[in-house]
């Protein structure tokens, strides 16, 4: 179950990245909140 969970989070957050337009700088902070809550997120189900 940790696994699939931990593929679900992967999957959702390279789906953002992937989708993301990187036009400006906030485009950027933007990007590095989502890799942070990504991080958080996989911290908690581990």
Excluded: Y
């Excluded at 992967?10 to 890799?35: G, P, R, T, Y």
């Amino acid at each position: 179950p940790q696994d699939k969970n931990k593929e679900r989070l992967l999957k959702e957050f390279l789906e953002k990245l992937a989708s993301s337009d990187i036009k400006d700088i906030q485009d950027i902070i933007d990007l590095q909140q989502n890799i942070d809550n990504f991080i958080e997120a996989l911290e908690m189900i581990s």
